[in-house]
């Protein structure tokens, strides 16, 4: 594997279930970042990771939890969530996080009902 | 808030074509970024210009920087079938990225 690789692709979830997003980056980057893409709006950075640490959090609702156990992988926890929580969540790596340029995910399209 | 505006917001042209998308804002940048996002993928960056006023060619793409460092445009000639996807500009600044909605651009064959 190439890149970054976000699992799974797309996943439909109901309001009280709890699932979780997974990217990983084999770039051998420092920093790692969750956006939240929704029609005809702009991307909305939800995360920020640098060095394993949360350095950036875009006032994001509790009901997504972020965690990264090291510099390759990120995770994404949602519990509870609402239907206006439906869109492209894209995972996104960068050497630093000095403006330098990022590697996205192919995203998952996520559905809640 | 640093916001940035795209426009068009949607382009539908022929193969061969000449185009030209704009990212606009009040805010000054220290760099702006252009991505294409195809569907079903991520964005791909396209361009990075820093300077004020600065000019870079990818091919048939054409980037431009403004003077001020608040605008950019992106002219595509000759379009091709392949160009077709959502374009998006992204102004940095201390750090950190702030997109637009994005243009989508779809060339017909």
């Known amino acids: 594997e190439t890149g970054v690789t976000q699992t799974p692709r797309h996943l439909v979830m109901g309001m009280t279930n709890k699932k979780s997003l997974k990217c990983e980056q084999h770039?051998?980057?420092?920093?790692m970042y969750w956006y939240k893409q929704s029609a005809k709006k702009p991307l909305e950075l939800m995360f920020v990771?640098?060095?394993?640490?949360?350095?950036e959090n875009n006032s994001v609702p509790s009901r997504f939890s972020p965690e990264c156990p090291n510099s390759s992988h990120l995770f994404l926890h949602l519990h509870t969530l609402q239907p206006e929580d439906s869109a492209l969540y894209l995972c996104?790596?960068?050497?630093?996080?000095?403006?330098?340029?990022?590697?996205f995910g192919p995203g998952t399209r996520l559905t809640v009902l | 808030t640093q916001l940035l505006e795209q426009s068009p917001q949607f382009l539908s042209i022929q193969e061969g074509e000449n185009l030209t998308v704009y990212c606009n804002s009040s805010?000054?940048?220290?760099?702006l970024q252009w991505y294409r996002q195809e569907p079903g993928e991520g964005p791909v960056l396209l361009v990075t210009?820093?300077?004020?006023?600065e000019v870079k060619k990818l091919k048939r793409l054409t980037f431009q920087f403004g003077d001020a460092r608040k605008d950019s445009s992106l002219h595509i000639t000759a379009a091709q079938p392949g160009d077709t996807g959502l374009y998006l500009c992204?102004?940095?600044?201390?750090?950190?990225?702030?997109f637009g909605s994005g243009t989508k651009l779809n060339v017909k064959p």
């Open positions: 996104a790596s960068s050497q630093a996080t000095t403006g330098s340029e990022q590697f």
């Open positions: 770039l051998g980057h420092n920093a």
């Open positions: 990771y640098s060095l394993e640490e949360r350095v």
């Open positions: 805010s000054v940048f220290s760099s």
């Open positions: 210009v820093v300077t004020g006023g």
């Open positions: 992204a102004g940095v600044n201390f750090n950190k990225f702030y």
